[in-house]
Each structure stands twice: as C-alpha cells, then as structure tokens.
C-alpha cells in the first residue's frame, strides 16, 4: 500500500519573494538556457524558478521532518504568517534554489556564504539546535539532563559505578 505524502504543493517562496532576496538580474542569467537574460518582470513568474523553490522547499521539508519537530503544516502557517521567521524560511528557499540554479548553469560552482549558511541552518533545524518561533516550541521549553543522584558516595559500590570504564558515563557520577 502507498504512503500518504504530506509534502506541501506549493513553495515557502514565491517568485517575488525570491527577487527581494538576489538581484533579479541574476535570476534572469540563471534562468535562460539560450545565453540571453529573462526580462526582470518575467522572472517571478517563470516556470523554471517555480519549480527550483519547490525543490528547494522540498529540501527544507526533509531537513525539519529529520528533526521530528516540524511538519510541513507548520512550515506553512509559519510562512503564511507573514513572520520574521516566514521570511527567513523564504529566504532559505531562495538560497537553496539559488544555488541548485548556480549548479545547474555550472556544476563546478563554487558555493557562496550565504549558501553555507542555508545549509548550516538546515543542519541545526534538523538537529533540534536551532528552532522556528513556535508558541508550543516555547512552551516545551529546552530539555537539560541532570545527575540522578545528587549525593554520589552511595554509587561507589554500584555496578554501574564500578563498569564505567566499560560503558561509559551514565550521567550517574561526576567522573
């Protein structure tokens, strides 16, 4: 039996999202395959650019689901929210098809900071070490990990004490 996707239809990025992030003009170099330059006002809405920020989406989309925090629900209120953190997830969209574009002019391109950065933030978001402003991530708050004991005289003749070199730390002893 077939899964059930989930994966958002259209892009957290629109067309004229994405020129307010790069200079349209280096939209239209990318986007023309014939050596000439798309017109700046055909570039939001060409076909080539709408479906690179829905590949770009799709890629934001595995690093968040990694993570188990996010569903692409989510990204989608986040982004039609019109938010801070909407359009900084527009941006990454706009980085990422970017850079697919660069790469698809050129294969050996060289990626910029600015790319770097997308993909680091993706990599923190998929870790749960960056997060998008949520009301209920606030309310889960951050998770910490603490000694069970908090007198450690009584561990010393414990197994767990005494295996420690073979095991590992077990968040029982300061040692």
């Not at 923190?124 to 209920?136: D, H, P, R």
């Not at 606030?138 to 603490?146: E, L, P």
Request: charged share 20%.
């Amino acid at each position: 039996m077939a899964m059930d996707p989930i994966s958002t239809t259209t892009a957290y990025c629109t067309g004229a999202q994405a020129v307010q992030f790069f200079d349209v003009r280096l939209w239209g170099d990318l986007l023309a395959d014939d050596g000439t330059r798309v017109a700046a006002g055909s570039v939001p809405g060409h076909a080539t650019l709408a479906a690179e920020l829905l590949a770009a989406s799709g890629e934001i989309e595995q690093a968040v689901m990694r993570g188990g925090r996010y569903k692409p629900v989510d990204l989608i209120a986040l982004q039609s929210a019109s938010t801070a953190g909407g359009a900084y997830l527009a941006k990454m969209v706009a980085s990422l098809a970017m850079w697919n574009l660069m790469e698809r002019r050129n294969p050996d391109a060289q990626m910029s900071m600015r790319i770097a950065r997308t993909y680091e933030s993706m990599e923190q978001l998929s870790k749960g070490e960056a997060v998008f402003g949520f009301q209920e991530v606030m309310d889960a708050g951050v998770s910490s990990t603490a000694s069970w004991y908090e007198d450690q005289s009584d561990l010393v003749n414990s197994p767990v004490y005494q295996a420690r070199r073979m095991f590992g730390n077990r968040n029982l002893t300061a040692n």
